[in-house]
């Protein structure tokens, strides 16, 4: 029989993979275009969300109906909006067995369609888990931009879908 101390330490590195594995999750539904597994990152009600311009909400029903509006634009029955997501650098914190915290910092490129631009941001994700139904969600997502460069899209530009 393991020690306390290895028993809670095994705890603590199976919640930082469930919660690595929850915010993997969450960046494949928003360039999968996904609204449902969106919002299903997160707690049922009372999120604290936060994107800058995208708006600041005291529920992930309000960023979910964003996101749909902005992912789900189509121009001739293709994506309007191609988004690519990646976190990296996690610093997770578990602060007990059904609460932790965390910082990702983001690497996101978006081609836009109808303004036929390319944006590059990098920031920083700072979140809050818990433990809901038996399973980490995000209770805090907070987005804070380092730095963000848009150019035009050029007319020797293809884009493939």
């Known amino acids: 029989?393991?020690?306390?101390?290895?028993a809670e330490r095994i705890a603590r590195l199976e919640a930082?993979?469930?919660?690595?594995?929850?915010?993997?999750?969450?960046?494949?539904?928003?360039?999968a275009k996904d609204p449902r597994e969106f919002r299903a990152c997160f707690i049922a009600s009372g999120a604290s969300i936060d994107y800058g311009r995208l708006g600041a909400f005291d529920d992930a029903d309000g960023i979910a109906e964003v996101f749909a509006r902005i992912a789900l634009q189509r121009i001739d029955?293709?994506?309007?909006?191609?988004d690519m997501h990646h976190a990296m650098h996690p610093d997770i914190t578990v602060h007990g067995e059904t609460s932790a915290s965390g910082r990702w910092t983001l690497k996101f490129r978006q081609v836009?369609?109808?303004d036929?631009?390319?944006t590059v941001t990098?920031?920083?994700?700072?979140?809050e888990y818990v433990i809901e139904d038996g399973?980490?969600?995000?209770?805090k997502c907070h987005f804070r931009r380092y730095w963000s460069i848009t150019r035009p899209l050029t007319a020797d530009c293809r884009v493939d879908q």
């Open 16 to 31: 930082i993979e469930e919660i690595k594995a929850l915010k993997h999750r969450y960046l494949r539904a928003c360039d």
């Open 77 to 82: 029955g293709k994506n309007a909006i191609l």
């Open 135 to 139: 399973r980490w969600k995000m209770s």
């Open 122 to 127: 990098t920031g920083e994700y700072d979140d």
């Open 112 to 114: 836009n369609l109808l």
């Open 1 to 6: 029989m393991p020690s306390p101390d290895i």
């Open 116 to 118: 036929n631009t390319e």
